[in-house]
């Protein structure tokens, strides 16, 4: 249970980061006219980038350490 755990923090903390990097970027950058797709609203940004966040936790990740199937 507890690998399990300590497996999951890591892309959880990177889809975290990620919605608060979204939420930042609708409130600094944003799209004024509502047109924009990603930063037209707060929910679709921080869910974009969050997404993004998700796919960077396993490129960031520690590999296999040799328990590859490769």
Known sequence: MREKVK???RPILFVLGGAA???GYYY???CSTGGC???SS???AMGY???VGALLSGVFGK???GQCNM
């Open 7 to 9: 497996k999951s923090i």
């Open 21 to 23: 990097v979204g939420l």
């Open 28 to 30: 600094l950058v944003g």
């Open 37 to 39: 797709v990603i930063t």
């Open 42 to 44: 707060p929910w679709s």
């Open 49 to 51: 980038m969050g997404l």
């Open 63 to 65: 590999g296999c350490a």
